[in-house]
């Protein structure tokens, strides 16, 4: 358990280490048109769908340590499948589906294995600094990835993907000396492990938790779906003659990820302080205004704006965890939350369908219909937490778990 501790930053920082971010949809942009692109990231967040609950039960009833295995191995065989695609769209659609299956099956597990590896070692109640710290050395890898990738991406950007393939071969060799928690429970599975996980429900916070975290999923996305070709639009440049839009698109993201850095170690304290309720709300409006600020206009001072989004996404994750965790038995806690993340990428998935459809090459206006998603999520959650007893929902310490 101990080397677990060691080898888990390591992880997280390979795990993040997204090269090739900056020229994803630069590179669909370039064979295909905005409405085609849309679809893409679209279909990813479907492929996700069919892949959440079954990577959620391996990690609960198989393990965890073999469900980070099959995470990484998944990212091998997605990056080479866009190697090979050639611009193909069908070669796309299966690094996406491998894409999909690498990030639902490292979803929730990597924070679960960190929480049972502390539980076991009887120090979980360092959870929420230990994993403020993780994830801010795994913000500072992903900024120094986006300038790699974006460097990389101005050359040509195949390499980006090139060198993320190599990424996630070190992924996986890390995966290999990983331990697994003794399991608490032993159970094989029955048709009641997901009842017993959708009953966490009943409990008020927990339900706001689950439906905040679904619509962080939306709030994270919306002002990244479109940033690069909003981006080539703001360095003056087109699908067809990208210039050096790969390299500004990886030194801004690299930013992001900084800031996100920074913020990572601050997010327990915020949560303390203003309460996580307050603190979570606040980063769904700082989401919304982002991507409100990206449809209103192409002025390159926006980009400073943007840079801003990583603080939503690694403070609401952290409040979310931090809240959840405790609150969760050991065999359920994967399931919970890939559950979490399936509500969340199903409903942005769709929202992409519906803006694919009407976007017509028209970056503006797919940016407006973002921006409305955006406010009217901001708007649910702020109305559905009224109800919610702060005190209960502050308590990070809470131990009691459901039967």
């Known amino acids: 358990m101990q080397q677990n501790l060691r080898l888990i930053p390591y992880h997280q920082a390979l795990a993040h280490s997204f090269l090739w971010i900056p020229v994803f949809v630069l590179f669909t942009r370039s064979h295909l048109d905005l409405d085609q692109a849309i679809l893409v990231m679209s279909v990813y967040y479907f492929f996700v769908i069919g892949v959440e609950v079954p990577s959620g039960w391996m990690s609960d009833k198989i393990g965890r340590v073999f469900t980070l295995r099959f995470a990484a191995a998944a990212g091998v065989a997605a990056h080479t499948s866009f190697l090979l695609s050639g611009g193909s769209l069908a070669w796309i659609l299966v690094g996406q ?83 697994e928690p003794p399991p608490l429970s032993v159970d094989p599975l029955d048709v009641s492990h997901l009842r017993a996980c959708f009953s966490y429900l009943q409990q008020g916070p927990l339900a706001w938790i689950f439906l905040y975290g679904a619509a962080m999923v939306i709030l994270v996305h919306v002002s990244f779906t479109l940033f690069q070709p909003w981006l080539t639009q703001v360095t003056g440049q087109s699908a067809d003659d990208l210039g050096n839009t790969p390299i500004v698109a990886g030194s801004f993201m690299a930013g992001a990820s900084l800031v996100g850095a920074y913020t990572a170690h601050r997010a327990a304290d915020l949560g303390h302080r203003f309460g996580p309720v307050n603190v979570l709300i606040a980063m769904g409006v700082l989401s919304a205004g982002i991507v409100t600020s990206m449809a209103a206009s192409t002025h390159s001072a926006i980009v400073l704006v943007v840079c801003l989004r990583s603080v939503q996404m690694v403070t609401s994750k952290i409040l979310i965890t931090g809240v959840a965790a405790p609150r969760l038995r050991r065999d359920h806690r994967a399931t919970f939350f890939s559950l979490n993340s399936l509500a969340g990428r199903g409903s942005y998935g769709i929202v992409l369908l519906f803006v694919a459809n009407g976007a017509n090459d028209n970056l503006t206006g797919a940016l407006t219909q973002l921006s409305v998603v955006a406010w009217v999520t901001v708007a649910i959650i702020a109305v559905t937490a009224l109800p919610l007893r702060a005190p209960e929902l502050n308590r990070y310490s809470e131990t009691t778990k459901p039967s």
């Not at 929730?108 to 009887?122: A, I, K, Q, R």
């Not at 300038?147 to 890390?174: E, K, N, T, W």
């Open 97 to 179: 589906f491998f894409m999909a299956t690498s990030f639902a099956s490292l979803s929730g597990t990597d924070v679960s294995f960190h929480y049972d590896t502390l539980e076991e070692l009887n120090i979980a109640d360092e959870f929420q600094k230990r994993e403020s710290r993780v994830a801010s050395r795994g913000l500072i890898a992903t900024t120094f990835a986006m300038l790699l990738g974006g460097a990389l991406g101005l050359i040509d950007l195949r390499l980006a993907f090139a060198a993320s393939l190599i990424i996630s071969a070190m992924q996986f060799a890390v995966t290999l000396r990983l331990a």
